[in-house]
Every structure is written in C-alpha cells, then in structure tokens.
C-alpha cells in the first residue's frame, strides 16, 4: 500500500513543481507572472529598428545592492523585484523600489558630470530625482524606456552581460527594458 501513495505523492509534488515553472510569455503573447502582485522584474531587451518588437531577451535584470545598481544574470545574487509606486507629483505611478533593499531608484547631476549619477537612495515621495517614465506591459512586445522626469535626456541604461547600470541618452539601445510580471 505504500508504493501506490508515495507514487502519488510523487506525481502530486511533480504536478506542483510544473504549475510553478513560468514561461517568460503564453502563445497569445501576454507575459506571465513570475513575480507575486505588485511587483516586476525589469529585464534589458533588444528592439528591432522599427523599435516595434522585442527580438532578443537579455539575461540581464535590473537589481540594486547598497545603493549600487547594477543588471545581472537571472541566477545572479540579490534580488530582481520592483514596485511601482506614486510620487507625492499627482501623476499616477512615477517611481521604482527595489523590494529587498527598500531603497528607490534616483538619480542625480553633479555640477560637471556629463550624465546624472544613478543610484538607490531612500525612498522619498517629493524627491524629484526619484520620479521616472516608464509603462509597465504585459504584452511581450510592451517594452519601455525607463526615462528620468527631471532629466529629461536621460534614461536607464544597462549592459546586456551584467554590471553596473547608467544613465544614457533616450535613443541608446542600452535603455530598453521589459517589465516582467
């Protein structure tokens, strides 16, 4: 009599194991959630010229550690987790909190840089350097550009192989992003 149950504890945990296992997006391409409710992962992309479809997903997620924000590997240490949220500005959801860290996503001009410095810092509503443009999409081809409201040039950037993100001009194929749900 124990063979047959643990048979079937066997087929119930490989049932169990299979409905956990999510593909990045179904045939109707709607990406599915890998995430639990309210928070995204942001994964870098290639978009074909016409800047209409995603040709090629990157192993490369947004993560932040210490303030240091970085893309790595899906495997890579730290967390991958994102939550939208709203400024105190009234217009709808502007910034990005990095789950584990519970710091927000901000950047910042150093009189002389060229480029704002990106970093995560406390999470504050009436900070400016924490407000981005971004439209999360569950469609597999609703990628975005993470763009700085403040610093309107500028957007995310991240390599495709890993390592610290940056702020980059709005037309660099480094600043195209899927949100993954």
């Not at 870098?44 to 590997?73: C, F, N, P």
């Not at 959801?93 to 480029?115: E, F, I, K, S, T």
């Not at 469609?139 to 993470?146: F, K």
Request: with cysteine; glycine share 8%.
């Amino acid at each position: 009599m124990r063979a047959p149950l643990l048979s079937l504890c066997l087929l119930a945990s490989t049932a169990a194991a299979a409905s956990n296992a999510t593909a990045a997006h179904n045939e109707s391409g709607v990406i599915e959630d890998i995430f639990p409710s309210a928070q995204w992962g942001i994964r870098r992309v290639m978009i074909d010229d016409d800047q209409k479809h995603v040709i090629k997903l990157y192993d490369a997620y947004v993560s932040l550690w210490s303030g240091i924000v970085h893309t790595e590997s899906w495997n890579g240490q730290g967390g991958k987790a994102w939550e939208i949220m709203a400024s105190n500005a009234g217009k709808g959801y502007d910034m990005l909190r990095h789950v584990w860290d519970n710091q927000c996503l901000d950047a910042y001009l150093v009189p002389g840089d060229n480029y704002p410095r990106l970093h995560g810092y406390a999470c504050d509503r009436n900070n400016e350097n924490q407000r981005w443009y971004y439209t999360p999409s569950r469609s597999a081809d609703g990628w975005t550009r993470i763009c700085h409201k403040k610093y309107t040039s500028y957007c995310l950037g991240g390599n495709s192989y890993g390592g610290d993100a940056f702020m980059t001009s709005t037309s660099d194929y480094a600043a195209q992003f899927i949100f993954v749900p």
